[in-house]
Nanobody, 123 residues
Framework: QVQMVESGGDLVQAGGSLRLSCAASGRTFSPYTMGWFRQASGKEREFVAAIVWNGESTYYAESVKGRFTISKDNAKNMLYLQMNNLEPDDTAVYYC????????????????WGQGTQVTVDS
């Protein structure tokens, strides 16, 4: 079975930076797209960024464009999210996920999910 494990979440001050990592494993791991979603307390899970696993195309939510950068290391089955100039509204549990269909922001198109890592941004 495909497993996803996020790490790197922490408590930071507004304006600070964090780098999240997602380690994927499993003999059947072969996604078309890998992405990051986040879910704040009391809110629905929302799209953050995605990248084509065997390509270079990326897609960002408007709220994070210019501040966050998604990247990957195919040889290590690793996905990353560099987050700069963090804001209190970025506070959420961040999840990595895989899709077999396309570069997409649609939550239902992602099938494998990690357990999440908490990011908290103080004012």
């Amino acid at each position: 079975q495909v497993q996803m494990v996020e790490s790197g979440g922490d408590l930071v001050q507004a304006g600070g930076s964090l780098r999240l990592s997602c380690a994927a494993s499993g003999r059947t791991f072969s996604p078309y797209t890998m992405g990051w979603f986040r879910q704040a307390s009391g809110k629905e899970r929302e799209f953050v960024a995605a990248i084509v696993w065997n390509g270079e195309s990326t897609y960002y939510a408007e709220s994070v464009k210019g501040r966050f950068t998604i990247s990957k290391d195919n040889a290590k089955n690793m996905l990353y999210l560099q987050m700069n100039n963090l804001e209190p509204d970025d506070t959420a549990v961040y999840y990595c996920a895989t899709s077999s269909f396309r570069l997409s922001s649609i939550r239902s198109e992602y099938v494998y999910w990690g357990q999440g890592t908490q990011v908290t941004v103080d004012s």
